[in-house]
């Protein structure tokens, strides 16, 4: 009985690989750098004596299932909506959005990690710099989203929110 559950899972596992083929680079890759997001945020609470802390922890594998669910979603729908190719597409500008993001938080936690005044930190600073202020114009939308803020107030999350108060009270 456990060899037949054993097959099974193996088919499906394949079954899966398959089917998600065209985007593997792309996962290989959101993977990849949450795994360094991860260890660079690990080793700055180490030096700075917060060391190992299981929520955080948590939360880089929540992060995680959420981009590889995100991006399972977005090619499970092209591919049933027959647009395969726009969906590798969309998935790409949103992983590049995302590595944004991330690269920003990773820069910002080796500045953090290594002695100010050395030249690998000027170089990474000058990489923070360069990532955080000028790679912002290459992303569509990017620059007018950090404009408003991720939480100011006239956001579309803050619409929302307020659109649920009112219907409340």
């Known amino acids: 009985m456990i060899d037949q559950i054993k097959a099974v899972l193996l088919m499906v596992m394949s079954a899966l690989s398959g089917f998600f083929m065209p985007i593997q680079d792309l996962m290989v890759a959101i993977l990849i750098l949450l795994g360094v997001n991860f260890l ?15 929520k955080k922890a948590f939360k880089a594998f929540y992060e995680c299932c959420i981009l590889c669910g995100i991006g399972a979603f977005v090619f499970v729908m092209g591919h049933f909506l027959h647009k395969q190719d726009s969906a590798v597409q969309c998935l790409t500008a949103i992983y590049f959005a995302a590595i944004w993001f991330y690269s920003v938080n990773i ?57 649920e108060d009112g219907a409340e009270g």
């Open 40 to 54: 660079s945020g690990w080793i700055e609470d180490c030096i700075h004596g917060d060391g190992w802390k299981w």
């Open 107 to 163: 820069l910002n936690n080796w500045k953090k990690i290594l002695v100010k005044g050395t030249t690998i930190y000027r170089f990474i600073a000058f990489l923070h710099f360069l990532v955080s202020m000028k790679f912002v114009e290459k992303i569509p939308y990017l620059k007018e989203f950090i404009s408003q803020g991720a939480d100011a107030p006239g956001t579309v999350a803050e619409k929302g929110k307020e659109e």
